[in-house]
């Protein structure tokens, strides 16, 4: 939880107007966050559950659980991400529209969980940034859609607005690494996101 | 996709034989290749199928899995025999004690122990639970993929109702990894078991509902009857079990044939299908929950008749001993020391299987005499319907390929494993 | 492997079934083969590599086994030969199994396929040649299942660590090159 610093911490002189039309925007976006289902193992199961008629996401605004990444804001990783899969996973992510969030949902995608072996991603954080760890295995719903109230505090605390006129639309990038260190529609960094793909690789990597 | 090599697909994901396609004729023009998941909703699981089209029909389809392979079986030998229980769970999650069942009695097999009766009684119980739950998610998710979005909250209202009921019972929802060696971790205690047979009584009405959506509906049968259809030999050459295999009208049901677990005590029939199709499977799993619906009330009566009954076997080589005495007994404290931290099986091998939701469900064990495994290999029928694809796919429309997907219900837990 | 020593085909079995040994024996009258008696009495044999097409032939032709249940391999590194290959075989007529084993060198391992007897045995061998390294002659199509192509090892084996050799590289050139490609385009990369 280091990375949400209280909303004063980030309290710039940009004027009633703008942090308005922040909280306008920001409103709008954590009241409809379409999520992407990336169901991969029994955490996906859960997720339809979460879904379904009990647990019922589409009180928060996130009904449309479109299974095209093109029209999604929040991609719920449930389940297993395995190397071979990891390609697939980027590529969904990488063709999510901003703004863009993402939640680990289990301890497969928050660490790699139960499985420390030789087919696993050890954590999808190792390839995407991440906004939301849900632990569990696999979490009940009840702890997702807390999850998803904590992205919501989490949007909250974004400016928009304020990047936008300060001319910051894509973030930091860093032209050695050729990575962004921080993602354009996040006020604050991800926990791990500038830790992704570290330049000598996986540690783990070495046999 | 999935390899390292091209990220694209501008090369061809096939080799086929040009004269596959009739040049001359103007309808008729390039096969279209066409790549379905491995994210898909219809796909049940990380499933890619890579399909050659040509318009609508399906030329040439060709399944690729492993995009869940966790490394379960090197995980057993290295873990060892008594870890490896909570990744049996998560091989079919959506059965998960019924995973744990085969485990147990593969290693049980080996090792020679008897459960008490009891403790068998509430295995069935508890498998056939695992049967209906998977059945209800081969029903909904079948029919939101060909349309019918209610039975998709239908049946999972219904699955909640049996999470209530297991979290009651087990501590968790799913992936309760409530079996042990020898029996199972707890007794059944009577508010539950009140509280199972209440839900018993009012599932097989919901049943009933299911059916009057799906069963007489005339989209449902145009989307199902005749596609897909399996004869016996073909069956058997590709080695399908379970559903499957019945609704092609072989009777085998190893609950019927190889009993286990106490079975031969229960009155139920198996359904027998008779063409194969999708229609058949879809007719033969709604039978089979009404059936496990009548296992589980003739388990409810003998739990009613063993109350205070062991459920957990005395070998004190494999079962923990109760922790009162843990507490108090010298032996017993040697004992659970021993069985936690090196708790080995004895030399041999041994292959137990049991009649899951998707077809035989097998665990091949082989021991050394040590606390690790020299092998557990796990007969996931899963993969085995998987391998069905083509075969049932090839030649017919695009749209058909949901139907087939859904009616051979497999689970990429344990296809990939 | 074996809870006793194996004992040779003609001699009265004490283990599984009578009437499966004895169909299994009459079937394979004439291909020597060795009775190994498992824990779970099941009716196991030990065959030569080379007879595996005849051996696979006449138990489904002759002894009714109409369906394989699994084939796989267990690696007894350091013993040489190194793997043994298992099958598994259900008669649903009958009902009874049969298991047979062989022992291959760990030098190029390979048997004979059995894909023309049962077609559905194809994904089974492709696993275990993932697995284990274990070609299959004859296999038309015998690629990896359940690793990504291109790996290089075979996870199975008892000299490959649990967490793997360089797990993630076809990951990491796959994205390099993406990288490559589209360094600042309108996706907004981390």
Redesign the interface.
């Known amino acids: 939880m280091g990375s949400l610093k209280p909303a004063d911490a980030h309290a710039t002189d940009e004027g009633f107007f703008v942090t308005q039309l922040d909280w306008l925007v920001n409103w709008g976006r954590k009241n409809s966050m379409w999520p992407m289902p990336?169901?991969?193992?029994?955490c996906?199961?859960?997720l339809?559950?979460m879904i379904?008629?009990?647990f019922d996401i589409a009180r928060f605004g996130a009904e449309a659980a479109r299974?095209s990444p093109r029209q999604c804001d929040v991609m719920i990783v449930a389940?297993?991400l395995?190397?071979?899969?990891?390609?697939?996973?980027?590529?969904?992510y990488?063709?999510m529209p901003?703004p863009?969030w993402v939640v680990a949902m289990g301890v497969c995608s928050s660490s790699g969980g139960?499985?420390?072996?030789?087919?696993?991603?050890q954590g999808i954080d190792?390839?995407?940034?991440v906004d939301v760890y849900v632990p569990g295995?696999?979490p009940?719903p009840d702890a997702v859609i807390d999850a998803l109230m904590k992205l919501q505090k989490k949007i909250e605390r974004e400016r928009p607005f304020q990047l936008l006129l300060q001319g910051d639309v894509?973030?930091e990038?860093d032209q050695g690494t050729?990575?962004?260190?921080?993602?354009?529609?996040h006020a604050v960094p991800?926990t791990r996101?500038h830790e992704?793909?570290p330049p000598e690789?996986?540690p783990?990597?070495k046999? | 996709m999935s390899t390292g090599r091209s990220g694209t697909l501008s090369e061809s994901m096939f080799e086929y034989e040009p004269g596959v396609v009739d040049r001359d004729d103007p309808l008729h023009g390039e096969l279209m290749e066409l790549n379905m998941g491995p994210q898909h909703p219809a796909t049940h699981g990380v499933l890619r199928i890579k399909v050659l089209l040509d318009g609508e029909t399906m030329v040439k389809v060709e399944p690729v899995v492993g995009y869940l392979h966790r490394g379960k079986e090197k995980t057993c030998e290295s873990l060892g025999w008594r870890k490896f229980f909570v990744h049996t769970d998560r091989l079919d999650y959506l059965q998960p004690l019924m995973n744990n069942i085969a485990y147990a009695a593969a290693m049980e097999k080996l090792a020679g122990i008897q459960i008490p009766e009891r403790g068998q009684t509430i295995r069935v119980l508890l498998m056939e639970l695992s049967r209906i739950m998977a059945h209800l998610i081969y029903l909904g998710t079948t029919s939101i993929d060909l349309g019918a979005v209610t039975m998709f909250f239908f049946t999972f209202s219904e699955r909640e109702r049996i999470y209530t009921l297991l979290d009651a019972y087990t501590g968790h929802r799913m992936n309760n990894t409530y079996v042990r060696i020898g029996g199972v971790y707890a007794d059944v205690e009577p508010d539950v078991e009140r509280d199972i047979r209440a839900w018993l009584e009012q599932f097989p009405k919901k049943i009933d509902e299911f059916e009057s959506m799906l069963t007489g509906n005339r989209i449902w049968y145009d989307r199902n009857r005749n596609i897909g259809t399996l004869t016996a030999e073909q069956c058997k050459a590709w080695c399908l079990t379970g559903p499957n295999l019945r609704a092609s009208g072989v009777e085998w049901d190893l609950r019927k044939k190889q009993p286990y677990s106490g079975y031969e005590h229960y009155d139920f029939e198996v359904p027998i299908g008779e063409i194969g199709d999708c229609y058949d499977r879809y007719a033969v799993r709604i039978e089979e929950m009404r059936q496990s619906v009548r296992i589980c009330v003739q388990a409810l009566e003998r739990l009613a008749k063993s109350r205070g009954g062991e459920f957990l076997a005395d070998d004190r080589r494999y079962v923990l001993p109760p922790k009162d005495l843990v507490n108090t007994s010298m032996e017993e404290l040697i004992h659970q020391f021993k069985i936690v931290t090196d708790m080995a099986l004895p030399q041999g091998e041994a292959y137990h299987a049991v009649e899951s939701s998707k077809g035989e469900l097998g665990f091949y064990v082989v021991s050394d005499g040590t606390s690790h495994p020299v092998r557990c290999h796990i007969r996931a029928p899963g993969l085995v319907n998987v391998q069905a694809i083509p075969l049932l796919a090839e030649g017919r429309l695009f749209s058909d390929m949901v139907s087939i997907i859904g009616s051979l219900d497999f689970v990429m837990g344990e296809v990939d494993r | 492997m074996s809870a006793t020593a194996p004992e040779r085909a003609g001699a009265p079995a004490t283990s599984g079934s009578s009437g499966t040994a004895a169909r299994v024996a009459a079937a394979l009258a004439g291909v020597p083969h060795t009775l190994v008696h498992p824990a779970d009495g099941m009716v196991s044999l030990e065959i030569e590599t080379a007879a595996v097409n005849e051996v696979m032939s006449r138990l489904r032709d002759r002894a009714g086994f109409d369906s394989n249940t699994f084939v796989t391999a267990v690696d007894r590194f350091p013993d040489e030969p190194r793997f043994i290959v298992l099958w598994q075989f259900l008669s649903t007529t009958h009902n009874d199994r049969v298991r047979v084993q062989t022992r291959v060198p760990g030098d190029a391992p390979h048997v004979p396929t059995i894909t023309h007897l049962w077609i559905g045995t194809a994904y089974f061998e492709r696993e275990c040649y993932d697995m284990f390294g274990i070609r299959f002659d004859g296999h038309a199509g015998l690629k990896r299942l359940l690793m990504p192509d291109g790996y290089e090892h075979h996870p199975l084996r008892k000299d490959f660590p649990h967490q793997g050799i360089e797990p993630d590289r076809l990951y990491r050139e796959w994205d390099n090159r993406r990288r490559e490609r589209s360094p600042l385009r309108t996706e907004s990369q981390t």
């Open positions: 990336l169901g991969l193992s029994c996906g199961i859960e339809m559950a379904g008629p009990k299974f389940g297993t395995t190397w071979k899969m990891a390609e697939a996973a980027r590529l969904i990488d063709q901003d863009k139960m499985y420390d072996s030789y087919s696993v991603v190792m390839i995407l940034p295995c696999p009940r894509v973030g990038y050729k990575r962004f260190l921080r993602a354009p529609n991800t996101s992704v793909l690789g996986n783990r990597s046999a």
